[in-house]
């Protein structure tokens, strides 16, 4: 069968190439791709379309048996919605259902409506009532754009003058150029939640939830998680901080409740939902936030997990059959790395040549972000995000020592990359 899957983010790399380790799939297009997906070559295939009906059209054309989106803007536009009009199989979220991260405000409504445990909050337009709300709640404190900022629109002030700074960048001058459903910018205000941060990421088919391996990533620039919030700077699966309480304690306080609530609101929810969840020394959770499709760069370690087939999963889950589905890991640990552009995440550097890129192997992979081909056919920088560095090893100190060998022997200039990725499994596990 021929298979899409929409996006062109190191996310869709590792979802199309496990997607084509699948003996039932015969060509795997991905739209519109990246520098790793046009060399990967094989079963592989770059397409250069990222308008919705133009997408559609293409797919009947060609008979696309099965459609996997990946990234969040396309599921705002309403990918999903077109496809399924026009009888296409396709996995992922309705524009409806993708609130749950197009709006923050959305979001934080429907977690208080429902009863979900989350930090409390507020929401403004107003940019004088947004600085009245930080004084009166003091810093620490969380500032995020209400809309899609490809996972850059949240500061975590820990000084007022930061939370001020904050509300004037994403409010007053709108320097993400972020708007909400209803047009303008807005910004939602919430409490600091102290505690470890993991992300739980399940499937969903409308009504049965199958829950993915668990997964940690590292939302900051430099190492000891100091720095800028980034999209993400790596990530390792399992995540000991997910207990087998935690996670039963996920499903029952957050997954099936935000499931329930959207069928009672009257919208199905299909495809990723991505949970990111906050765990005090207590064991308390709350959700810091949802997102509508997986997790970029937690994809990576989760599909080098993966041993199930992913073309029986995602057509399972567009029949709604899940309950019928157990999906088989492998037991090692699996880590990866992110490599970053000189001067992300501000101003990233593009053009900058990549060389040493290994040969693909069963237990390391390199999977591309920000790349394209250059005219001469060799990989340069395109994106904040490079590459992202994915091994699998026997345990987190082995695979932390076995991913930055790998990654020593990339080069692209002014490359940046953390090098404690996956320190806190190591201190548990110590």
Known sequence: MKILVIGGGGREHALAWKLAESPKATKVYVAPGNGGTALAGGKLENLNITDVQALREWAQAEKIALTVVGPEAPLAAGVVDEFRAHGLKVFGPTK???????????SKDFMARHSIPTAQYETFTDAVAAHAYVDRLGAPIVIKADGLAAGKGVVVAMSLQEAHDAVDFMLVDNKYGVTHNEGG??????EFLDGEEA???VLCDGKNVLALATSQDHKRLKDGDQGPNTGGMGAYSPAPVV????HHRAMREI?????RGMEKDGVNYTGFLYAGLMIDKAGQLKTLEFNCRMGDPETQPIMMRLKSDLVDVMLAACDGKLDQFELQWDRRTALGVVMAAAGYPEAPRKGDVITGLPAAADDAMVFHAGTQLGDDGQPVTSGGRVLCVTVLADSVKQAQQKVYDVARGIHFDGAQYRRDIGFRAIKKAD
């Open 96 to 106: 409806a259902a993708a609130q749950l991260e197009s709006s923050k405000a959305f």
């Open 185 to 190: 910018a807005r910004v939602v205000i919430e």
């Open 199 to 201: 992300s739980f990421i």
């Open 243 to 246: 207990t087998a309480d935690v």
């Open 255 to 259: 997954i099936l409740p935000t499931i």
